[in-house]
């Protein structure tokens, strides 16, 4: 199966090759396997690994990865950036 999507450089659609949902759960499984519990937790609030990314990390990006670390005491007090209501604030 095959599907076309737009490619934000080019704004053509370009033609995606799909794979069965079986081989899309195994990778997801694969990259798992390779993540702590954090990271897993991170990237489930849409804070994903940053070093996997391609090209400049988006504001949007940054800001999710930032209110998802204020959700996490641990994040917050290495960050210093006080309780949750306030770190959100600096966020914003």
């Known amino acids: 199966l095959a599907r076309y999507v737009l490619d934000e450089d080019t704004g ?4 995606v090759e799909e794979t069965d949902w ?11 396997s390779t993540m702590s519990m954090d ?8 804070a994903g690994n940053v070093e996997l990314k391609e090209g400049i990390e988006s504001d949007a990006s940054k800001k999710r990865r ?10 917050r007090q290495k960050a ?8 959100t604030a ?3």
Do not use: H, P
């Open 12 to 15: 053509d659609y370009v033609e």
């Open 22 to 32: 079986q081989t899309a759960w195994k990778e997801r499984l694969d990259k798992a």
């Open 39 to 46: 990271e897993i937790v991170q990237a489930a609030r849409g």
């Open 66 to 75: 930032a209110m998802s670390a204020c959700r996490d005491t641990s994040a």
């Open 80 to 87: 210093n950036a006080g309780n949750e209501k306030e770190c």
């Open 90 to 92: 600096r966020v914003f």
